[in-house]
C-alpha cells in the first residue's frame, strides 16, 4: 500500500497548473452544458466556465423541459462579459420570444457569431429578431430553420461577412429580401429544400467573394402533370431565378438538381466556379438550354472550373480564354467523350485537367459513346496542358481512345495520373488493373517529359455526391 | 529556380540542444516572428521553457502546416499528430502557448476539450488526477444551481 500511495503523489494533475488564459481556451471548445461540468472537477476549476467566450446550448426540446429553459435563462442573465459565439440548438422550440430575448441578450454583448439550428419543421415559421439585423458587432450567422420571415429594417447587417443559411421551405418574400442588402457580406452560402412557392432569389452584396448555394428537391416540383387536353404542352413549372449583384465574386459553387436561371449583373471578376446538376433528367426540360448557355457565358472567365452535367451540348459553351484548370465529373452514360474535344478547343490557356468519371451506371446506351478526334490538334495540347488526371478509369474502348489521343497530343505533357475504378465488376468486363497499367504504358507520348503514375482509386461513397 | 538558400534560425532548448530550423516554418510563432522583427534572433533564440522533445513535436507541427498539403489532407494528419499521451499534451500545450502558435493551440486545446466531452466529472478527475477539493456540501450546492446541466 505504501508504494501505491506514493505513486498516487508522483502522479500530478498537471492540467490545473496551465495558466487561466489555456484554461478557458480549453473550455471555450466545450458546449455550455458540459463546460459546467467542469466547475465541480475542483475550487481551481469552478469561475473557468464563466469566461468561456462561447455560449453554445443545445436541448432535445424546450417544451417539457423547464430545465433547459431555465439553464439558458440563469446563464444569460448572470453574464455581464463579452460574447463572442452563441450557438442555440432545439428541435422543438415552441415559444420564440423566450428564444428571441436570449439573442438580444448576446447582441447587447457584443456577440460576433451567431449559430442557429431549429431543425426543419416547416410548421414552425422563425421570425429574425430585429436585434439581429441592426447588431454592430455581428460578423458570422449561420442559421438552420424552416420557413423564415422577416420585416428587416434599413440598413441592415453592417458588420456580417459570413451567412449560411439552411432552410426548409422558404417563402419567396424571404428570398428575396434576406440577401439584397448586405454592405460588407463576403462569404454567402445558401442551402435550401426549396417548395414550390420560391421562385426568384435576389442577392445583392458589394463586397461578396464567394456565392455557395445548394437546392435540392427541386426536381420533384418540377413538373405538373400534364391537362386531360392533349394538344396542351406539360405545364413545366417555372426554374428558379437567382439575381446576382456582386461586383467582386470570385468563387460560385452551385449544387442543385434542376438547372435554374441565374442573371448575373457583371461575372467579370468569378475566378473559379463549380457546378453539379446532379438530376439525371434535367436537360430535358424545354429550358435547359437557355439556362445552361447563359451559365457558361456567366462563367467564361474563370480560371478553374469544375462541371458535373448530363446532355452538356457543345453549343452551350463560350470560349474559355482564362481558363488554366479543368475539371469534368461524368456518370458513366454522360456524353463525356462527345463535350471533352470542344472544351480542349475553347480553352487555348488549359494547363490542367481532371477527368472524374463515377463508378455508378445508369443503364443507358453506352454505346453511343464514341470519342470523335478533334480535327486540328487543340492549342492547349500543343503549348500548355502539362498535368492530366483520369479518375474512375475502367478501360472502355472509347475511353482508351481518348487517353491514347491525350498521351500522343499532348506535346507539354509532364504528369499523367491514372486512378483505376475501385469497382472490381465494372473493371473486370474490359480488363484487368495490371493490363491496364501496361495498356498505358504501351501508348506513344508526344512529350518527351510525360511521366504516367498510377495511384489507388478512392471508393466514393454514394453520400460523397 | 531560385539558388538562394533559405533562411534558418536557431532555436536552443531547456535542455541545452540545438535546432536549426528554416525560418518560414519557424514564423508561424508569433513569439519568434516579434523577435525577429525586433531583430533580437541573430543569434540562437533561447527557449528556456522548452524541452527539446517538446520542441520537436511542435517543429513537426510547424514543418507540416508549412507545406501546401490542401485542407483534408492536413486535417487527417493532424488527427493523427495529436495522439500523444496526456503528459506529452499538455507540454505541447504550454509550448503552442509561449511560443504564440495559435493553430497548435486551438489542436490541443480542442484535443483536452473532447477527452471531457461526454464524461462525467468524476471521470474526468480520473483521466486528468485532479483532486477533488469541495466538501461534499459545496459540491452538493454547485450541482443543485445547475441542475440541467448534470442530467
Known amino acids: ?465 | 529556380m531560385s539558388t538562394e538558400t533559405k533562411k534558418k534560425l536557431v532555436l536552443h532548448t531547456s535542455d541545452n540542444e540545438t535546432f536549426e530550423i528554416e525560418e518560414a516554418v519557424v514564423l508561424q510563432s508569433q513569439a519568434i516572428k516579434h523577435m525577429v522583427e525586433d531583430e533580437c534572433a541573430d543569434n540562437a533564440i533561447p527557449l528556456p521553457n522548452v524541452t527539446s522533445k517538446t520542441l520537436s513535436k511542435v517543429i513537426e507541427y510547424c514543418k507540416k502546416h508549412a507545406e501546401d498539403s490542401g485542407e483534408e489532407a492536413l486535417k487527417a494528419w493532424d488527427a493523427d499528430f495529436i495522439k500523444f499521451d496526456t503528459d506529452t499534451l499538455y507540454d505541447v500545450i504550454m509550448a503552442a502557448n509561449y511560443l504564440n502558435i495559435k493553430s497548435l493551440l486551438d489542436l490541443t486545446c480542442q484535443r483536452v476539450a473532447d477527452m471531457c466531452k461526454g464524461k462525467t466529472p468524476e471521470e474526468i478527475r480520473r483521466t486528468f488526477n485532479i483532486k477533488n477539493d469541495f466538501s461534499p456540501e459545496e459540491e452538493e450546492a454547485v450541482r443543485r444551481e445547475n441542475q440541467w446541466a448534470f442530467e
Open chain 1, 1 to 465: 500500500m505504501d508504494s501505491h500511495s506514493k505513486l498516487q503523489d508522483r502522479v500530478k494533475d498537471r492540467i490545473s497548473e496551465l495558466p487561466d488564459r489555456v484554461l478557458i481556451h480549453i473550455v471555450s471548445f466545450l458546449a455550455t452544458k458540459y463546460a459546467v461540468r467542469i466547475s465541480i472537477l475542483s475550487k481551481r476549476w469552478k469561475g473557468i466556465w464563466a469566461f468561456s467566450p462561447n455560449l453554445d446550448f443545445f436541448g432535445i426540446s424546450m417544451r417539457n423541459k423547464a430545465g433547459f429553459v431555465d439553464f439558458v435563462e440563469r446563464v444569460l442573465t448572470s453574464r455581464d462579459l463579452d460574447i463572442q459565439k452563441f450557438r442555440f440548438e432545439c428541435f422543438n422550440v415552441g415559444d420564440f420570444s423566450r428564444v428571441d430575448s436570449w439573442i438580444r441578450t448576446a447582441v447587447r454583448l457584443n456577440v460576433v457569431e451567431v449559430d442557429l439550428n431549429f431543425g426543419c419543421d416547416r410548421r414552425q415559421v422563425y421570425e429574425l429578431p430585429d436585434s439581429l439585423f441592426i447588431c454592430e458587432s455581428l460578423k458570422v450567422l449561420k442559421v438552420v430553420a424552416g420557413c423564415i420571415t422577416f420585416d428587416p429594417p434599413s440598413p441592415r447587417f453592417p458588420s456580417l461577412k459570413v451567412l449560411n443559411a439552411c432552410l426548409y421551405q422558404p417563402n419567396n418574400e424571404s428570398m428575396e429580401k434576406l440577401f439584397s442588402c448586405c454592405p460588407v457580406l463576403e462569404d454567402l452560402s445558401l442551402r435550401a429544400d426549396i417548395g414550390d412557392a420560391v421562385l426568384n432569389f435576389k442577392v445583392s452584396a458589394p463586397e461578396l467573394k464567394t456565392f455557395r448555394v445548394d437546392l435540392f428537391n427541386a426536381y420533384k416540383n418540377a413538373y405538373e402533370y400534364p391537362s386531360d387536353d392533349e394538344d396542351e404542352a406539360p405545364d413545366y413549372i417555372d426554374v428558379y431565378n437567382f439575381f446576382i449583384n456582386a461586383p467582386k465574386l470570385e468563387t460560385l459553387d452551385i449544387h442543385t438538381d434542376i438547372l435554374s436561371n441565374f442573371f448575373f449583373e457583371n461575372s467579370e471578376s468569378l475566378v473559379k466556379a463549380n457546378i453539379d446538376l446532379t438530376h439525371h433528367d434535367s436537360s430535358e426540360r424545354p429550358t435547359f438550354a437557355k439556362s445552361a448557355t447563359a451559365l457558361m457565358a456567366a462563367v467564361s472567365n474563370v480560371k478553374d472550373l469544375s462541371l458535373s452535367a448530363d446532355c452538356f451540348k457543345a453549343r452551350y459553351l463560350p470560349a474559355f480564354d482564362n481558363l488554366s484548370k479543368l475539371e469534368l465529373v461524368f456518370q458513366d452514360c454522360h456524353h463525356l467523350e462527345l463535350l471533352l474535344p470542344e472544351f480542349l478547343n475553347r480553352s487555348p490557356k488549359l494547363e490542367s485537367l481532371i477527368i472524374n468519371r463515377f463508378d455508378f451506371t445508369c443503364g443507358e446506351h453506352t454505346n453511343d459513346r464514341r470519342w470523335s478526334q478533334p480535327k486540328k490538334v487543340p492549342i492547349c495540347l500543343l503549348s500548355q496542358l502539362k498535368t492530366i488526371t483520369l479518375k474512375g478509369v475502367r478501360g472502355a474502348p472509347e475511353e482508351m481512345k481518348m487517353a491514347k489521343y491525350l498521351l500522343m497530343a499532348g506535346k507539354v505533357l509532364e504528369t499523367v495520373t491514372v486512378s483505376i475504378t475501385t469497382d472490381r465488376d465494372l473493371l473486370s468486363v474490359y480488363s484487368t488493373e495490371k493490363g491496364l497499367q501496361k495498356t498505358f504504358c504501351s501508348f506513344q507520348k508526344g512529350s518527351k517529359t510525360c511521366v504516367v503514375k498510377f495511384v489507388k482509386g478512392k471508393v466514393r461513397r454514394f453520400l460523397d455526391y
